[in-house]
């Protein structure tokens, strides 16, 4: 069973959301008061950071920069958002849903909100994170039972397959690496990274789970820039980066207080936290 280590908390108020420059590593509270906000993602061309609100039931945004310009984007009928994704060249954000087990789609501005697909009616078919993979024009989601699924980004969802079967493992956030030929995810009760091939039905592999080398992951975001993958780690209280080809493990920020979700912006240049 491995080293004992101590339970921490599955949920909490976020204090706000942070910002660094990665190649400086300065660190900015650009937002406070953000309730229970499991993911967060970037508009880098019109300069704005979108989160899912779990604790109000809303989407909202604000302004890249320095926080400010807080608004609601969408509120009517949004039930228990999880995650937050956004596929700029069509300006469009999915979210996942929670209360209705079934992603959304709307406009970047909140307008012409869709169905996009539902999952099912059991509390374990409920999607959780998700992932844009803009290059292969797919949506990829996680249900509560740490099934992976994935759907064309401009269809009705009438295409999704499932490309990894759920089981008593904790897939809290996954990403793409689709030149790579990778699908990563965070499995936070197992205490690792695992990785496996694109094809549905593929075998994963554990790809990070050396105890010096990780400890709680939670949310992870790809660096295409440096060819790394990060992570937030609410274990060592800090984000942490692999080289996608060695596996090489270092530490980007350090001395957080449990931090949850994670973001890149497009230029690889900031990355922002709660």
Same mark, same amino acid.
């Given at each position: 069973?491995?080293?004992?280590?101590?339970?921490?908390?599955?949920?909490?108020?976020?204090?706000?959301?942070?910002?660094?420059?990665? $190649?400086?590593?300065?660190?900015?509270?650009?937002?406070? $008061? &953000?309730?229970?906000?499991?993911?967060?993602?970037?508009?880098?061309?019109?300069?704005?950071?979108?989160?899912?609100?779990?604790?109000?039931?809303?989407?909202?945004?604000?302004?890249?920069?320095?926080?400010?310009?807080?608004?609601?984007?969408?509120?009517?009928?949004?039930?228990?958002?999880?995650?937050?994704?956004?596929?700029?060249?069509?300006?469009?954000?999915?979210?996942?849903?929670?209360?209705?087990?079934?992603?959304?789609?709307?406009?970047?501005?909140?307008?012409?909100?869709?169905?996009?697909?539902?999952?099912?009616?059991?509390?374990?078919?409920?999607?959780?994170?998700?992932?844009?993979? %803009?290059?292969?024009?797919?949506?990829?989601?996680?249900?509560?039972? %740490?099934?992976?699924?994935?759907?064309? #980004?401009?269809?009705?969802?009438?295409?999704?397959?499932?490309?990894?079967?759920?089981?008593?493992?904790?897939?809290?956030?996954?990403?793409?690496?689709?030149?790579?030929?990778?699908?990563?995810?965070?499995?936070?009760?197992?205490?690792?990274?695992?990785?496996?091939?694109?094809?549905?039905?593929?075998?994963?592999?554990?790809?990070?789970?050396?105890?010096?080398?990780?400890?709680?992951?939670?949310?992870?975001?790809?660096?295409?820039?440096?060819?790394? #993958?990060?992570?937030?780690?609410?274990?060592?209280?800090?984000?942490?980066?692999?080289?996608?080809?060695?596996?090489?493990?270092?530490? &980007?920020?350090?001395?957080?207080?449990?931090? &949850?979700?994670?973001?890149?912006?497009?230029?690889?240049?900031?990355?922002?936290?709660?």
């Amino acid at each position: 069973l491995g080293p004992w280590r101590p339970c921490l908390p599955c949920g909490r108020l976020d204090r706000g959301t942070r910002a660094a420059r990665l $190649a400086t590593l300065v660190v900015a509270l650009i937002l406070q $008061a &953000i309730h229970r906000t499991r993911a967060v993602d970037i508009d880098a061309s019109e300069g704005k950071l979108y989160w899912a609100n779990y604790g109000e039931n809303k989407i909202q945004r604000a302004s890249l920069v320095d926080g400010s310009d807080v608004e609601d984007v969408i509120v009517d009928g949004v039930d228990g958002p999880w995650g937050v994704a956004l596929h700029e060249p069509s300006c469009r954000l999915f979210w996942s849903d929670t209360g209705t087990m079934s992603i959304r789609q709307a406009h970047l501005d909140g307008s012409d909100v869709v169905l996009f697909l539902t999952l099912g009616n059991g509390a374990s078919d409920a999607p959780t994170a998700l992932f844009v993979d %803009s290059e292969g024009g797919k949506l990829y989601w996680v249900q509560q039972d %740490s099934r992976v699924g994935r759907a064309g #980004l401009f269809g009705d969802g009438s295409d999704a397959e499932e490309l990894q079967p759920g089981y008593n493992d904790d897939r809290h956030s996954i990403a793409v690496d689709y030149g790579g030929g990778f699908l990563y995810w965070a499995d936070t009760a197992q205490f690792r990274l695992q990785r496996a091939p694109l094809d549905a039905g593929s075998i994963p592999t554990t790809w990070i789970d050396d105890f010096n080398d990780i400890y709680v992951p939670q949310r992870i975001a790809l660096h295409k820039q440096s060819g790394g #993958l990060l992570w937030t780690d609410n274990g060592f209280g800090q984000i942490r980066r692999a080289d996608l080809d060695t596996a090489v493990v270092e530490v &980007i920020v350090e001395d957080l207080s449990f931090p &949850i979700a994670l973001a890149i912006d497009g230029s690889g240049q900031m990355l922002f936290w709660t």
